[in-house]
Nanobody
Framework: QVQLVESGGGLVQPGGSLRLSCAAS????????MGWYREVPGKQREFVAS???????NYPDSVKGRFTISRDNAKNTVYLQMNSLKPEDTAVYYC??????????????WGQGTQVTVSS
């Protein structure tokens, strides 16, 4: 069973930066894609970034140009570099891995989440 463990959250002032890490206990190549989502109380979990096995990335407009997802295959780790942070980026950030199952559907794997708070 592959596990995902996030780290790197914390408190940062508006305009500041943070880097989140997601370490996979097994090979990341087990996943077809990896990504980050975030969640605030009372709202649906929101897509933040994704990266494919070959390094193709995708972002929503809300973070494009400010956040960068990357992967280090040797370390089985995915990163989320967050710059120019805004108070509305405050959320619990979750690492996600999508793995194609035998049924032909993707199965989602999640980390435990890490809190990011942007406040002065």
């Amino acid at each position: 069973q592959v596990q995902l463990v996030e780290s790197g959250g914390g408190l940062v002032q508006p305009g500041g930066s943070l880097r989140l890490s997601c370490a996979a206990s097994g090979s990341m190549f087990s996943f077809n894609a990896m990504g980050w989502y975030r969640e605030v109380p009372g709202k649906q979990r929101e897509f933040v970034a994704s990266i494919s096995r070959v390094g193709n990335t995708n972002y929503p407009d809300s973070v494009k140009g400010r956040f960068t997802i990357s992967r280090d295959n040797a370390k089985n780790t995915v990163y989320l570099q967050m710059n120019s942070l805004k108070p509305e980026d405050t959320a619990v950030y979750y690492c996600n891995g999508k793995m194609l199952g035998s049924s032909g559907r993707f199965n989602d794997y999640w980390g435990q989440g890490t809190q990011v708070t942007v406040s002065s």
